[in-house]
């Protein structure tokens, strides 16, 4: 879809750029969907809720926002109107019946050239809920976006459902588009900050690929190639990048635990829930103490960028090297100072980090140190005036990294779940419980005695 009426035309921005490039190792574009829903236990009324939607794609203008192919650039520009005239309502009787459809869903590709930038779709669960699904291109909306989608939609259905005044407006994600254009200050100050950056990540040494499974990836691979010093396997094959999504929930008696903990020592739960990830895939990679994977930053620190959709959120190279006589709560420190050192140069371009990695290490394009992406959705209860609701996420049938790791706490239950995406190619879902149980346990040891040394908790779990 071309601009035709003389609409501003931008190029993508850093954030954008990003998806552009995971695109490069996919033959899918439905790698970069986000699909997800949230339900309520009240009934909705569909007809004023699609009166809703509509005002909604007024006041949210990422929902207006198209892209197109200009030669061999990607570039984007915004509609000025646009509505929907019919939104697909479906009722379940089953849970079966409505993961199969929603997944289904999930995985058929968005036409983001054509105009199709997302679908929504209105439901009436197997369990009594009533909700919205919404399938949409990473290219115009991030996690942040999604729930900004969600909170003000509802936000918006309950003023009119209550004849009250529309809340407060949305910021504008052209506004941020339009001042990341051509801005020489900008380019200046990233130069400055990806040095900074890059010589904290490389650490003087070169990094070891730990997998969910373990060192027989790398094994694998060593063979094949008859490369004895292989420690980066080649993972990015557009051909085998089908997935799977396990979505793994702990215990209430589990989750009430690492709650407690949390809040008795003010800790952020994505530190606790990262550190364990990492000590176990120590533990199972020859016990190697030197981790490296992309973690989502949202990159959104001004109230203006938290109030307003698109995509800003960009991955960070997160590295750590731990000690084995670091206790457990030191490893959490050291987790915090990590976060806030790389949240301060989060504004580094996804590319320019990718080209350094390359160029460092001598990688090829299929190569990567990295063996996951991690995000830890902080879900709040009071996001919808306190109204109880349920989130659910659903497989897209294809991903670029080898395995995406997303925890949130349910703000129904208060139990913590693990969505685990993962390539097939890669490991297996046997492989991925097992490491889910590992962290468990891990989690529960590093709760249970928090200043133990990091290696006799490695002897424990």
């Not at 574009?29 to 909705?44: G, H, M």
């Not at 959120?313 to 976060?339: C, G, K, L, N, V």
Request: proline share 4%; net charge neutral; hydrophobic share 40%.
């Amino acid at each position: 879809m071309r601009p035709q009426n003389g609409e501003t035309v931008y190029k993508l921005i850093h954030s954008q750029e990003m998806v552009e490039y995971m695109w490069r190792y996919t033959v899918h574009t439905q790698a970069t969907q986000i699909p997800s829903s949230v339900a309520f236990d009240e009934e909705l009324d569909f007809q004023l809720l699609a009166r809703a939607v509509n005002i909604e794609i007024r006041r949210n203008d990422c929902l207006r926002l198209r892209i197109f192919r200009d030669g061999f650039r990607i570039k984007e520009f915004f509609l000025e109107d646009y509505r929907l005239d019919r939104i697909l309502c479906k009722e379940f009787s089953s849970i079966e019946e409505q993961e199969a459809f929603f997944d289904k869903d999930a995985s058929k590709e968005l036409k983001v050239f054509d105009g199709e930038t997302f679908r929504v779709i209105f439901f009436r669960g197997w369990n009594g809920k009533s909700g919205v699904y919404l399938n949409v291109s990473h290219m115009v909306m991030d996690f942040v976006a999604v729930f900004i989608f969600f909170r003000d939609l509802f936000s918006v259905y309950d003023s009119l459902k209550h004849g009250k005044p529309l809340p407060r407006p949305l910021s504008k994600y052209e506004d941020i588009i339009r001042k990341e254009q051509n801005d020489p200050a900008l380019e200046e100050r990233l130069k400055r900050e990806q040095s900074i950056l890059w010589d904290w990540v490389d650490m003087g040494r070169r990094p070891v690929y730990n997998a969910i499974n373990g060192p027989s990836v790398l094994d694998r691979q060593s063979k094949l190639l008859h490369k004895k010093d292989l420690n980066m396997p080649f993972v990015y094959i557009p051909l085998k990048d089908s997935t799977h999504l396990l979505k793994l929930r702990l215990s209430k008696e589990d989750s009430d635990k690492i709650s407690a903990f949390v809040e008795e020592n003010h800790l952020s739960a994505e530190w606790l829930i990262q550190l364990c990830f990492r000590l176990y895939l120590s533990k199972i990679n020859h016990g190697e103490n030197d981790t490296l994977f992309w973690v989502l930053c949202p990159r959104r620190k001004t109230v203006r960028e938290k109030r307003c959709g698109g995509t800003l959120a960009s991955p960070m190279p997160w590295r750590e090297i731990f000690s084995d006589t670091q206790t457990f709560m030191q490893a959490i420190s050291q987790m915090a100072e990590t976060q806030a050192f790389l949240f301060r140069h989060s504004d580094i371009p996804f590319t320019m980090m990718r080209e350094n990695e390359m160029n460092l290490w001598n990688l090829s394009l299929m190569q990567s140190p990295n063996s996951m992406m991690y995000s830890h959705l902080p879900l709040d209860k009071k996001t919808f005036g306190g109204k109880t609701y349920e989130f659910s996420g659903y497989n897209f049938g294809y991903y670029v990294i080898p395995v995406y790791a997303i925890t949130m706490q349910d703000p129904e239950s208060g139990c913590f779940v693990f969505s685990y995406i993962h390539r097939l190619w890669l490991s297996s879902d046997d492989d991925v419980r097992a490491f889910h149980d590992g962290v468990v346990r891990t989690l529960l040891a590093g709760i249970k005695s928090p200043d133990k040394t990091l290696k006799e908790l490695s002897e424990e779990i």
